[in-house]
């Protein structure tokens, strides 16, 4: 009897174990995304251009695809507000890229990485001096959260600091 009660009892300490690592391994993301920037200043002219690495940390391939234009990649959600903490102002195009924009398939194995250049200036104005925070999050459709949702995954922040145009140096004449 006391073996019968010892057995139960391991078993369902044995199948707890196993619940919370299948959890912890079902909410682990299959990749990572960094976002960075060769500079961290742009005048209000320049194009703002940032640079998505995107890094499968799983034992499968993972989609790395594009889909866009303007050379902005729509499978990513764009987070860029203003110091002040008000969203930064998109901008809009007269005339939209008529579907089915630009598709390119993409997998990356395991330990590999994709960067994909962005120029984020197609996509907000960064009309006005000062500093904005900017970071991406993509769906990752392979891994699931503790609701059965797919799992959003996130960049890192970056803040990058937009300075006035300077005059021509004929100008100041």
Not at 69 to 98: F, R
Not at 125 to 144: I, N
Request: charged content about 15%.
């Amino acid at each position: 009897m006391i073996f019968r009660k010892l057995f139960c009892c391991m078993f369902l300490l044995v199948s707890a174990v196993f619940a919370t690592v299948c959890a912890a391994a079902q909410s682990t993301a299959s990749f990572t995304l960094q976002a960075s920037t060769k500079t961290l200043t742009f005048r209000v002219d320049e194009v703002v251009r940032v640079a998505i690495t995107q890094t499968n940390v799983s034992n499968h391939p993972v989609s790395c695809d594009y889909a866009g234009g303007n050379a902005v990649n729509l499978i990513y959600d764009y987070h860029v507000t203003q110091e002040n903490g008000s969203p930064a102002e998109e901008v809009v195009w007269s005339k939209p890229v008529p579907p089915p924009y630009s598709y390119k398939q993409c997998a990356i194995g395991p330990g590999e990485s994709s960067t994909n250049p962005i120029y984020l200036s197609n996509a907000y104005k960064f009309d006005k001096p000062g500093q904005y925070t900017v970071w991406v999050s993509r769906v990752d459709p392979d891994t699931e959260d503790e609701s059965g949702k797919p799992v959003v995954v996130k960049s890192n922040v970056i803040t990058i600091t937009i300075v006035a145009t300077e005059p021509a140096p004929d100008a100041a004449k």
